[in-house]
């Protein structure tokens, strides 16, 4: 076998759990709730997504929250340092929805809306215990690593999500995933809403475009994989 099949028998063999039966990562409790690895654990590429999540958005998350008006908690700088952020009077409720479902939005208002959210993957999949203390309000639970049952270590991700509002029915979303070491693979899919079936690939032009304007340059860092190829 030559060099070349080796090396495609890697790339899909990315995000396999390896042989045996594949573990049913979950990304929601059976009540709706997102299920989140606790931000103390180990994530590889942790760094370079929240760099690239921050190039984005123009700040980090809790910055950019108080911008669009999800919060109303005033963040205060490190030691100290310099006045609260200004806050928008009371937490927008129909944006607080997008963004617990979407994350912050990342295009203009002007343009096609885009939304970015951090996470994971391998999503996990709940042990016997954990799922007892749900959190009330529609939050994330936020589990441990020895709470999962993980076939190997968790990666990154961000998740950046297209909504057209002259095609409501269709529903663009592609994931970069930050594998470490300057690895970084992105596949996007497109599905319609409310139709069952098979999603199909999507090559990612609006979110191209975006990070071209907005964060230029992680733009060539970012491998786009083809409808062949695994993340």
Known sequence: ???FQRARDWLNNLGSGGGGKRPRYRTHTDDGQEILIDAAETVIGNNEATAFFHDLCGGSLK???LRQGLTNVPMTGEAGDGPPLPVRGGRD???LAMFRKFGIRVSDQSAVPIFAKPGTYPHVELGGGGAADLPEGGRPLVIASESSDRARPSHATVVLTVLDPRR???QKQ?????HGRGVIRAKGFARELGVAGRPIHYDGEEVRSLIHSKARGWSKRVYWCTAMERY
């Open 1 to 3: 076998m030559g060099w």
């Open 63 to 65: 910055e950019v929250m």
């Open 93 to 95: 409720q129909p944006a």
């Open 168 to 170: 409501r029915s269709q």
């Open 174 to 178: 592609v994931t970069i995933h930050f």
